[in-house]
């Protein structure tokens, strides 16, 4: 049976990151000009990696499927990122973030990686303060600090609702540095679509130029695979529309083991579904949720009012509403975690007191805090948010209530890492949200642009270096070898044959099928039965794919379509995936809702016994079922508990 | 709703383009103007024509990749939104709508409405960062920043790099983002450092990339999708004179 080696260091919880790093392997300077890494996505993890590796001295080539890498997904990412500074003086510590995000993530991440995210945590934010990063001050000058949910205090630095978007503009600024100081060339609109090993070794990337549709080769001494999370296996999702999983899924294929794939987080607070020409969700921050208090009617006859236009939000009067969440979960309230209150939500519109003219959707009211802090004050917090949300729908949230609904969002599952974030190919890593690592079954808000960063800036340039140190003798190569023939023609091959099909659908119109499937088996509640029929649905879908598909245009040319095409035939086979992982994983935890464990009270029911572990899926073959090694989680300074936010 | 397109049909920089008319029925009211071309490239597909190529991603009006003439006016007619935030609400059954690619010299037309544009990538290369390296950071709370100040720089920085401003200016000038970057970094104490290089390198790359001068007009600001001040160009001028003096 395969073996997983985590190589998590000795020592107790807290010394293990600095203890690693006093005895791993380093690489003189001299020999640092000697090495290549390819690093594929630049957004806060890639730009972060690509920047920090150059300015020791690597030679880096940098790869992005946009037309810059300031376009990178990591710049919708809205409300903020977390940090154990403890500025607030409200009790915070090293400790208690990596406390909040295993528990956060329900006890399904490993101790030693979280508890290095919540160490370099307080790096990040000073390394990005002396980047330029406008964070939001107080008149003294100091740093300013809001609440975000799963948290009892108020570590969350943020810009204004654009936190992502400053933060990537700093790493991707730091990178353009590096680019005119040679150390980075940067290949935008260049898609990576196949990974190229050679004795078993990561060594170089098959890509296209998407503007003249060529297919190019680049070796390097390692491989970083930065390239996000997998959201669009669902059609509709708050990620880009260009966001996909080709590099990761092709990796898998040559060997990457595929970690947690059926983890998914569904955001409580997106604008509601309204139409089927609808391409994409748009997230509405969570940070909405400091001042935001969210409700449905109290009684099934208001709701239904509601839906047909009869009457107004306004014209029910306090008693007439269910403040559910604060009734549920009176401690932490409207700032439970994500997946308790996409759930909650799910359960109120199910039961038939759901609002908007579908009834998939609940309010969140800002009347309160309007009332109490003035307009100016939630304008200054929020403006930028409302105005997104007046654009979208017409509706002005100063005056009547926010519709919003749960919505596919982050990707907790991804390629398998050990504690140096390389994957089980060797000298071929994974970060960001590409890396299943740090979030068990459930990301914290704010988390994933720490994760990100963390990843980026202080973690992988110090331990790819670890594998690196022994590749000193490995001169640059050229990509003649046999192994890009094979790996340039197997990817020729595909595009040939999307092009070739000739059918009588459309790109979009299978994967809104895919979408469907499983948004409803594979979504926010799962169970035995639905998992099964989705994989047989998904398994007809995909054959049908390759028998009925339209691509038009052409290989040399830009094709958005054929660009499309690969993507989706890679979401079609992970959508197997992760619904077999859902499948194998009897219990509730996290993102992942499984009806048949559920307590008396509808909270997921996890069973640290039998599934304790991250379930690992190695690719075995296109007609055979992959094999699913355990990695089993051992807590040495948590007592796993029941989460509980009441 | 009915409408007539007239859309810009271009296969490449080296061949001439033209306008392509197109007719569609039955849009929803509530349609993003980017799902009306999505609907639009479906019903090509089928009929065996080659779908109109435009640049986008994020559809949430933050990643900047968006970008068109939309009857004359960068990102359409709506004010500070991208041409993914715009909906099919603004405009009335029966309407004509124009769409064309961004028109300025140092953005090449690709295909159809994408064009390249990065030369605002050159621009930020040549100095739009503050040259610290991964590491040697101070505590963050070590060098206070006074709050006006920092409003003023995230105001600035807020810019998506979409080119809206390169194509509403009639000398297709960057100087709106030009300085949006000089403002930003300049308006910060850890920035200030190489203030003065910085803007001189990056008015010097701009020039030098084919972009025009500023002449004041303020159609930039007009169509920023972000809100960009013209005063940043103030405080570009300012940050420029007062370099060279002292």
């Not at chain 1, 940070?287 to 509601?306: F, M, T």
């Amino acid at each position: 049976m395969t073996k997983l080696e985590s190589k998590i260091p000795d020592g107790p919880l807290e010394k293990k990151w600095s203890n690693y790093k006093a005895t791993q392997k380093l690489v003189n300077p001299a020999n640092k000009r000697k090495l290549d890494v390819i690093m594929v996505g630049t957004g806060l993890a890639g730009a972060a990696a690509a920047a920090s590796l150059a300015e020791m001295g690597f030679k880096v080539k940098s790869f992005c499927y946009q037309d810059s890498p300031r376009r990178a997904h990591s710049i919708a990412a809205q409300g903020g990122i977390n940090a154990a500074k403890n500025y607030p003086n409200d009790g915070d510590s090293i400790y208690r973030l990596f406390f909040d995000t295993i528990k956060g993530g329900d006890y399904r991440s490993r101790e030693a990686n979280v508890y290095r995210l919540a160490e370099v945590s307080n790096n990040i934010i000073d390394h990005c303060v002396a980047q330029g990063i406008p964070f939001a001050r107080e008149y003294g000058g100091t740093l300013a600090n809001r609440s975000f949910g799963g948290a009892l205090v108020s570590r969350t630095f943020y810009a204004k609702g654009q936190t992502g978007q400053q933060l990537l503009l700093g790493a991707c600024q730091a990178q353009s540095r590096q680019i005119k100081q040679g150390n980075i060339e940067m290949y935008p609109r260049m898609e990576m679509l196949n990974l190229v090993m050679i004795d078993g070794r990561a060594r170089g990337i098959i890509a296209r130029d998407v503007i003249t549709g060529k297919i190019e080769r680049y070796s390097a001494h390692a491989v970083v695979l930065a390239t996000g999370g997998y959201g669009n296996v669902y059609f509709l999702s708050t990620m880009a529309m260009g966001a996909n999983v080709t590099a990761a899924w092709q990796s898998y294929k040559k060997g990457a083991a595929f970690g947690n794939p059926g983890f998914v987080q569904i955001h409580p607070t997106c604008i509601p579904v309204h139409g089927d020409y609808q391409s994409k969700l748009t997230l509405m921050s969570e940070s909405l949720r400091n001042d935001g208090r969210i409700w449905v009617p109290k009684n099934k006859e208001d709701a239904e009012k509601i839906r047909k236009g009869e009457i107004r939000p306004g014209d029910l009067s306090e008693e007439e509403r269910d403040y559910y969440l604060e009734r549920r979960y009176p401690a932490f309230g409207n700032l439970v975690p994500r997946d308790v209150a996409s759930r909650a939500a799910k359960e109120r519109c199910d039961a038939g007191y759901g609002v908007g003219n579908t009834g998939l959707a609940v309010y969140l009211d800002f009347e309160d805090s309007i009332k109490r802090l003035g307009k100016d004050a939630i304008e200054a917090k929020y403006g930028n948010l409302f105005q997104m949300y007046e654009k979208i729908t017409d509706d002005n949230p100063y005056e009547t209530p926010m519709m919003i609904y749960p919505a596919i969002h982050y990707a907790m599952g991804g390629l398998w890492v050990d504690y140096e974030l390389q994957t089980t190919i060797p000298g071929l890593f994974a970060a960001g949200e590409a890396n299943f690592s740090d979030h068990g079954a459930n990301r914290l808000g704010a988390s994933a642009l720490m994760q990100g960063l963390a990843d980026g800036y202080f973690v992988l340039p110090y331990t790819i270096q670890n594998y690196l140190a022994d590749e000193i003798n490995t001169p640059r190569f050229a990509t003649d070898a046999e192994e890009f023939d094979a790996a340039e023609k197997e990817t020729s091959e595909k595009l040939h044959q999307l092009l070739n099909i000739n059918g009588s659908k459309t790109v979009d119109s299978f994967h809104k099928q895919l979408g469907r499937i499983m948004w409803e088996h594979v979504g926010m509640a799962r169970n035995q039965d639905g998992l099964k029929k989705a994989i047989e649905l998904i398994r007809v879908l995909r054959e049908e794919f390759y028998k009925d598909l339209r691509v038009p245009g052409n290989l040399n040319d830009l094709n958005p379509e054929l660009q499309k095409a690969f993507r989706l035939a890679d979401f079609l086979e992970l959508g197997e995936l992760m619904a077999m992982d859902a499948l194998n994983r009897e219990e509730s935890c996290g993102g992942h809702f499984r009806e048949e464990y559920q307590t008396n009270e509808g909270e997921a029911l996890r069973n640290d016994i039998d599934f304790a572990y991250v379930s690992t899926w190695f690719y075995k073959g296109d007609e055979k079922a992959p094999e699913m090694v355990k990695e089993i989680l051992n807590f040495e300074a948590i007592e796993l508990k029941q989460r509980n936010y009441k | 709703m009915k409408l007539i397109l007239k859309i810009w049909r271009q296969n490449s920089a080296s061949e001439r383009g033209r306008f392509v008319d197109y007719s569609l029925s039955d849009i929803s009211p509530e349609s993003s103007f980017l799902e009306m071309l999505d609907i639009l490239n479906e019903k090509l597909i089928m009929e065996g024509e080659e779908p109109v190529v435009f640049d986008h991603d994020c559809r949430e009006g933050i990643c900047g990749t968006c970008g068109m003439y939309i009857n004359g006016r960068p990102h359409g007619p709506d004010e500070l939104i991208t041409a993914c935030q715009l909906h099919m609400r603004k405009f009335s059954d029966g309407d004509t709508i124009v769409i064309e690619p961004w028109r300025a010299r140092a953005f090449p037309v690709i295909k159809d409405l994408t064009v390249d544009r990065s030369a605002l990538d050159r621009i930020i290369e040549d100095g739009g960062y503050i040259s610290v390296n991964t590491g040697n950071a101070p505590d963050a709370n070590s060098i206070p920043v006074n709050k006006e100040h920092a409003d003023l720089a995230m105001d600035a920085a807020v810019c998506i790099g979409c080119g809206a401003c390169v194509a509403a200016c009639k000398n297709a000038s960057a100087m709106l983002f030009v300085s949006a970057k000089v403002s930003h970094l300049a308006l910060l104490p850890q920035g200030r450092i190489e203030a003065r290089e910085r803007v001189h390198k990056l008015v010097a790359r701009m020039d030098a990339l084919g972009f025009g001068n500023c002449t004041n007009t303020g159609a930039c600001e007009a169509e920023c999708p972000k809100g960009i001040k013209l005063t940043n160009i103030a405080r570009l001028n300012r940050e420029y004179y007062r370099s060279r003096i002292f």
